[in-house]
């Protein structure tokens, strides 16, 4: 088994690069599956993922060669798709259909932004129970990347809460019986939460965890263990993608970030680096020499960029590798198997 | 009825990654030289960080300027716990309150709290202009916005404000729902990069926007080649540009091939949006990070202006 995280800021071509991973794993003779988050349409015309399908086969015969190849899979993370059927798989049907129905579940799935990073862990242990050998994941785009680990975790305490245990057990929660049994501290503890935040509004999520719990413990067990198997060097490597000017800082930063949750950071791809190339004097316009030189000098900078990244990095980070930009956005399956070529 | 503001709260919104930060910093430090007291809201903490490092050497190079612009990074969770602190008169209980468990990661899981609690700060400061009997107040609020989805779920979140049916967070709701639905008090700048996934979402961002009845003001264009912003330049149009006959460079191959795709980008996104997309240069030659962004804040001004 083998995973591999691919994150980095917005803009920086991070899916192209996890999908062009993955084909070359999938040539080299992998089971591989291509986990992408909201990919644009574009690349997921590239992909081929046509249908809101699950998951699905990619051909590869256009790259077989004679070879053996294995296979390439494409998933998309739909999080309302992924997050109904593991309500169903996991409860008895009048469960289900309570939590379906339950209004904060509902605001849950409207903020996405919350729910796709449970759900990346979720959907990685599904792939791991599906065979899959080799796992090739594209994080969120943004600088809370991270967070797809840490919500997991946030959400195990919440549902190991004994406000939320009680509620299960006793379902009208806010009886007297039940909130007797709480000490009196917890009681005036939990009484000013409820005044700050509102009744309403605390009960609703209290009233869904308890609901949700069965489902919830579920999931947090399933997480932990994914959780753990991203903490192992011999399964995971993470790999930042960044751009030439970015480079430095996302490079730190992610350093920063990956370490101090002792995750392994194996490599770091910088892409979109521009090739420094002759342009001959042909007679020119004014104008056009302007342009040009423009070009010339976007194209030096990004150079002395990736000589100092070279340096900062080469002892924090074990591969370093550099994709120039290629002529046109990456369409298709043959686009990316151009790109894994620079892998 | 409040008097209308002067100046609106100016957002620079988008994906991430094409430059919100900088621009926001760029269009406020415009203000600020012309002693106006001008402050950027950032809701990344991360930014800040390289903010402040670009801006080393300002107070000696333009005192004035550093006198008057101000940037901070807001944290609701601080914000939140000040309310607790406020609401509950004992202290100790309140420090129990914030540091328990429950309370901790129920901020975290209800939704939307976070966003008002950000948005109302926001307002406050919008809402407190310069004036000479306050002396805290600011001429021009910019928040450099998060990027596009949870921007937009922090705008959502402003108008669904009802579902906090009771607490103190109720009140704040109605102040942020009043203030962000009225278009007088908002100048919108989505900005965007001129590559294929950054256009296509920022295109997504307009129409999302006009279903909120939002209009930008315009959307930027930002780290263009100098074929499309330069004044020296306008007029050359990619498809006009043509290889020397016979000649086999590859440099100037490259340079062609960039100057289609950014051509036919910022065409595409003008067709699908029906606001105005204006176009701003990637500089090289100034030295310090200082320096560049001095000389963007000078273009800014003349085009946000217009």
């Known amino acids: 088994m083998r995973i591999r995280v691919f994150v980095g800021t917005g803009g920086v071509g991070k899916t192209s690069v996890a999908a062009a991973s993955a084909l070359r794993g999938a040539l080299a003779g992998e089971r591989a599956l291509v986990l992408t988050i909201d990919p644009a349409r574009r690349l997921r015309t590239a992909l081929g993922i046509e249908s809101e399908g699950f998951q699905q086969q990619l051909s590869l015969d256009a790259f077989g060669g004679g070879r053996m190849p294995g296979e390439l899979w494409a998933a998309q993370l739909d999080v309302a798709a992924s997050l109904n059927r593991a309500v169903r798989q996991t409860s008895t049907p009048k469960q289900a259909e309570a939590v379906l129905a339950h209004p904060i579940y509902h605001v849950l799935l409207e903020s996405l932004a919350g729910m796709q990073e449970l759900m990346a862990v979720e959907r990685m242990d599904q792939a791991i129970d599906d065979g899959f050998e080799a796992l090739y994941v594209d994080t969120a785009p943004s600088r809370h990347a991270l967070e797809f680990v840490d919500k997991p975790e946030t959400f195990s305490h919440l549902i190991s809460f004994p406000m939320v245990r009680l509620v299960g057990a006793t379902y009208h929660w806010w009886e007297r019986s039940g909130l007797a049994s709480l000490g009196r501290k917890s009681l005036e503890l939990y009484t000013r939460v409820e005044e700050m935040l509102g009744a309403t509004l605390t009960r609703q999520i209290l009233d869904f965890f308890s609901i949700f719990r069965g489902i919830a413990e579920d999931y947090a067990v399933r997480a932990r263990r994914t959780v753990a198997l991203l903490r192992d060097p011999q399964v995971t490597t993470f790999t930042v993608v960044t751009t030439p000017f970015k480079a430095r800082r996302d490079g730190d930063f992610f350093c920063d970030e990956l370490g101090r949750r002792q995750f392994p950071v194996g490599a770091m791809v910088v892409n979109r680096v521009w090739p420094v190339l002759p342009t001959s004097g042909a007679a020119l316009s004014p104008q056009m020499q302007q342009v040009a030189g423009w070009y010339q000098d976007t194209s030096e900078a990004h150079r002395r960029a990736g000589d100092q990244v070279r340096g900062a990095f080469a002892e924090r980070i074990p591969t370093l590798v550099e994709i120039p930009e290629l002529p046109a956005d990456v369409d298709g399956l043959a686009a990316l198997h151009r790109l894994a070529a620079h892998l | ?306």
């Open chain 2, 1 to 306: 009825m409040l008097p209308p503001l002067r100046h609106p709260l100016t957002i620079f919104c988008g994906k991430g990654g094409v430059g919100k930060t900088t621009l926001a910093v760029a269009h406020a430090l415009g203000y600020a030289r012309q002693g106006k007291r001008a402050l950027v809201v950032t809701s990344h903490p991360l930014p800040e960080l390289a903010v402040s490092l670009s801006l080393a050497g300002l107070k000696e190079k333009a005192p004035q300027a550093a006198a008057s612009l101000f940037v901070i990074h807001i944290d609701p969770r601080e914000l939140l716990q000040r309310a607790v602190r406020q609401h509950i008169p004992s202290q100790a209980l309140a420090g129990a309150v914030v540091s328990s468990r429950i309370y901790q990661s129920l901020i975290e899981v209800a939704p939307g709290l976070k966003e008002i609690v950000f948005l109302e700060r926001l307002r406050e400061f919008a809402v407190r202009q310069a004036a000479p009997e306050d002396a805290g107040g600011y001429d021009l609020v910019v928040w450099d916005a998060p990027a596009t989805g949870h921007f937009l779920q922090t705008l959502n979140v402003s108008r669904h404000f009802k579902l906090y049916l009771s607490g103190p967070f109720a009140a704040l709701g109605r102040n942020v729902a009043r203030f962000f639905s009225d278009p007088a008090n908002l100048a919108l700048f989505p900005v965007t990069t001129l590559e294929e996934m950054a256009v296509e979402e920022t295109a997504e961002l307009v129409h999302k926007l006009a279903e909120l009845e939002m209009r930008p003001r315009a959307v930027v264009c930002n780290m263009t080649s100098p074929a499309l912003a330069g004044t020296a330049t306008k007029g050359i149009a990619a498809e006009g540009i043509l290889l020397p006959a016979g000649a086999d460079d590859p440099g100037l191959r490259f340079i062609l091939d960039r100057l289609v795709v950014e051509r036919a980008l910022f065409e595409r996104l003008r067709s699908e949006i029906s606001v105005s997309a204006t176009a701003v240069e990637r500089r090289h030659r100034a030295g310090t990070d200082l320096d560049l962004l001095l000389e963007l804040s000078e273009r800014m001004g003349e085009m946000l202006e217009s």
